[in-house]
């Protein structure tokens, strides 16, 4: 029995928007977020500024009251003794803060190090410092010291659906299938696809994924149907 697949190809059009610079706009109107304690902010060393904008990918309209969360990351051994980036620094904590109606954030009194930056919004996809992810990991903010970043972007992506109708080869729905997603990503410059979500075709063969990241998706049904052998059709037909 073959099985036939309608679907949808989600992809977003992640549009480009320049940053007004800071010189814009009046930073004292900017949510900010300080490290605590008197030292901390007078120290020469911690004078870092990470700013910019949070936006909508497909429109470039500012997004307010998204949180931002910004925290200082080292490299570390996992439970497998394996090497990674983003550990969270032991000694610090996060920063988080909430943008301003214009999409407008900025940390400041930061020192020298790397920094990953993460925003969430109830009516968009997860962000981050680029627009990598999930099809690659983030790459981590690089700060040097007393150094002003204020041209950081984040936009921000609306969840997709993709949804289709598994049929046989009479064209008739095949129920309770099980039907997988695949996400196209890419690592060391090479792309892959990795299983996105699973879900099952209902009573009509119709099977519906919700809450999907921008990208290229392939959708496969896995088919319970073995084949029978050629010496075994060959042996029955003998016999008959």
């Known amino acids: 029995m073959r099985l036939r ?8 059009a992640l549009s480009t928007s320049s940053f007004d610079r800071l010189s814009a706009f009046d930073s004292a109107q900017l949510p900010v977020v300080s490290p605590q304690g008197a030292q901390a902010a007078n120290a020469p060393s911690n004078t870092g500024l990470i700013s910019g904008k949070v936006i909508e990918a497909r429109t470039g309209k500012p997004v307010n009251s998204a949180q931002v969360k910004l925290w200082p990351i080292e490299s570390g051994v996992d439970v497998n003794g394996v090497m990674h980036d983003g550990f969270l620094k032991r000694g610090s904590s996060e920063q988080q803060l909430v943008t301003h109606p214009d999409g407008l954030f ?11 930056l993460i925003v969430t919004h109830s009516a968009f996809l997860m962000g981050g410092q680029n627009d990598t992810w999930p099809k690659a990991p983030w790459t981590p903010i690089r700060l040097a010291a007393d150094q002003q970043l204020i041209d950081v972007t984040v936009r921000l992506s609306k969840p997709g659906v993709l949804d289709g109708v598994v049929t046989d080869d009479a064209g008739d729905p095949v129920v309770g299938a099980v039907v997988d997603s695949y996400l196209g990503t890419f690592f060391g410059g090479h792309q892959r696809f990795e299983t996105a979500k699973s879900t099952q075709t209902d009573d009509r063969g ?6 999907l990241a921008p990208g290229q ?10 084949p029978l052998p050629n010496a075994v059709a060959d042996a029955y037909r003998q016999a008959s």
Do not use: K, Q
Not at 106 to 116: D, M, S, V
């Open 217 to 226: 998706y392939i959708v496969a049904v896995r088919s319970n149907v073995v």
């Open 106 to 116: 900025a940390f400041r009194g930061l020192a020298a190090g790397e920094y990953t």
């Open 206 to 211: 119709v099977y519906r994924f919700t809450t």
């Open 5 to 12: 697949i309608t679907t949808v190809v989600v992809a977003a």
